[in-house]
């Protein structure tokens, strides 16, 4: 089987920066994805993990680390805009198939 | 370009009927996914379609199946609704050797 572990809710303020972290224990594993999802909204893709190591997209950074089964999704210079729930989400192979986190939600505050 | 479209975007329904979801992928991409959303967590994957045939299949019973048609565009069906079958249904598409998956918008059902 396959379980995650991420904080539900994690509050920060405006111009800071937020670590959120995802825990895996999982059978097999192609990558670990993150994905923002206002409410009421579609999920958006954010950044992807095949390797271990950092990856930087803006703002956004994820860090892989396939022998702790252990990520996290790094948020710098806070916006408001920011406040919205992010999931980690697990490939087992290459075939698209994902299985989410249960997710953080973040709020930014002023 | 447009994005991954799905229809309706709202939906209620009564234990017992059943109900058919649509999806038109991302220009491009051929491989489509179904998830479902309960308030308060995260998507779970239902099937995913690709060249017309489902490829995977999450823990979903009979109740839930699918279809993909030539051009791609795919169809989510349940049949005999249950009260917890009401979530969001998310459409997601993705292009072949690609791992950023482009969501649609949703339809939110409601069986009551």
């Known amino acids: 089987g396959q379980s995650f572990e991420q904080p539900s809710e994690v509050t920060a303020v405006e111009g800071a920066i937020v670590q959120i972290n995802c825990t895996y224990q999982?059978?097999?594993?192609?990558?670990l994805s993150w994905y923002q999802q206002h409410d009421g909204g579609a999920p958006t893709f954010l950044s992807y993990n095949g390797l271990d190591g950092l990856e930087e997209t803006g703002r956004f950074s994820s860090f892989l680390s396939r022998s702790d089964s252990y990520g996290y999704l790094l948020l710098q210079e806070l916006q408001m805009k920011d406040s919205a729930s992010y999931f980690c989400a697990w490939e087992s192979s290459n075939t698209g198939k994902l299985i989410f986190g249960q997710g953080t939600t973040l709020q930014v505050k002023p | 370009d447009a994005g991954v479209t799905q229809s309706p975007t709202h939906l209620i329904k009564t234990r017992g009927q059943q109900v058919t979801l649509r999806c038109s992928p991302k220009?491009?991409?051929?491989?489509v996914s179904w998830y479902q959303q309960a308030l308060g967590q995260g998507p779970q994957f239902i099937f995913q379609?690709?060249?017309?045939?489902?490829?995977q299949r999450g823990n979903f019973p009979d109740r839930f199946s699918g279809h993909q048609f030539p051009n791609y565009s795919s169809e989510l069906n349940v049949n005999a609704l249950l009260l917890g079958d009401s979530a969001l249904y998310l459409c997601?598409?993705?292009?072949?050797?690609?791992?950023?998956?482009?969501f649609g918008p949703g339809t939110r059902l409601t069986v009551t």
């Open positions: 220009s491009g991409h051929d491989t």
């Open positions: 999982t059978s097999g594993f192609y990558g």
């Open positions: 997601a598409s993705v292009g072949q050797g690609e791992y950023e998956q482009y």
């Open positions: 379609y690709y060249e017309e045939e489902e490829r």
